[in-house]
T-cell receptor, first 112, second 114 residues
Framework: QKEVEQDPGPLSVPEGAIVSLNCTYS??????FMWYRQYSRKGPELLMY????GNKEDGRFTAQVDKSSKYISLFIRDSQPSDSATYLC????????????FGQGTRLTINP | DGGITQSPKYLFRKEGQNVTLSCEQN?????MYWYRQDPGQGLRLIYY???????QKGDIAEGYSVSREKKESFPLTVTSAQKNPTAFYLC?????????????FGSGTRLTVV
């Protein structure tokens, strides 16, 4: 079993829809959770960062962490065609431990 | 502008050849990393380095080698011992003590065996 599981998709939704992307993990020591966005043939870029449990909102994006269920989510409201990309979750145990563990990535397409 | 530069963008390797992928950063980051990305498998860690002249194996180091002679540079050599080298290779850097900022990634090198 992989340490971090993420449905690779592909996921295709109409423009304006609410998108939900999810990851589950097995390591209860993970405390730092991130979402990266990767456009085709580019490197990933950090989208959201969350420490421990709770919600964090940034514009149309909301990240949720439920440590009791070992489950994290990224919600995209009012989705736009420019949101079409691969979304990768990543997590680590400690602030100083730089070895991030990544999910497989979910390929998302927003149709105009 | 600060960032990470990977070169070349596309690289073709013949069977039995060693090739070196370049990674340079001007962010003054301590740590640098090499990842391999294959469809459906996400990012897998090849090597990482916290400081100059020191590096550690990641999860899939076999068939790869690295050096860290300068803080700014972390080249990756894909040797002939790597049996399935066709992949997208990503270099990243970070401030070692502050995970909160995450990684900064380069734009990647796509390596194809011909």
């Amino acid at each position: 079993q992989k340490e971090v599981e993420q449905d690779p998709g592909p996921l295709s939704v109409p423009e304006g829809a609410i998108v939900s992307l999810n990851c589950t993990y097995s390591n209860s020591a993970f405390q730092y959770f991130m979402w990266y966005r990767q456009y085709s043939r580019k490197g990933p870029e950090l989208l959201m960062y969350t420490y421990s449990s709770g919600n964090k909102e940034d514009g149309r994006f909301t990240a949720q962490v439920d440590k009791s269920s070992k489950y994290i989510s990224l919600f995209i409201r009012d989705s736009q065609p420019s949101d079409s990309a691969t979304y990768l979750c990543a997590m680590s145990e400690e602030q100083g431990a730089q070895k991030l563990v990544f999910g497989q990535g979910t390929r998302l397409t927003i149709n105009p | 502008d600060g960032g990470i530069t990977q070169s070349p963008k596309y690289l073709f390797r013949k069977e039995g050849q060693n090739v070196t992928l370049s990674c340079e950063q001007n962010l003054n980051h301590d740590a640098m990393y090499w990842y391999r990305q294959d469809p459906g498998q996400g990012l897998r860690l090849i090597y990482y380095s916290q400081i100059v002249n020191d590096f550690q194996k990641g999860d899939i180091a076999e068939g790869y080698s690295v050096s860290r002679e300068k803080k700014e540079s972390f080249p990756l050599t894909v040797t002939s011992a790597q049996k399935n080298p066709t992949a997208f290779y990503l270099c990243a850097s970070s401030i070692w003590s502050q995970n909160i900022y995450g990684y900064t990634f380069g734009s990647g090198t796509r390596l194809t065996v011909v």
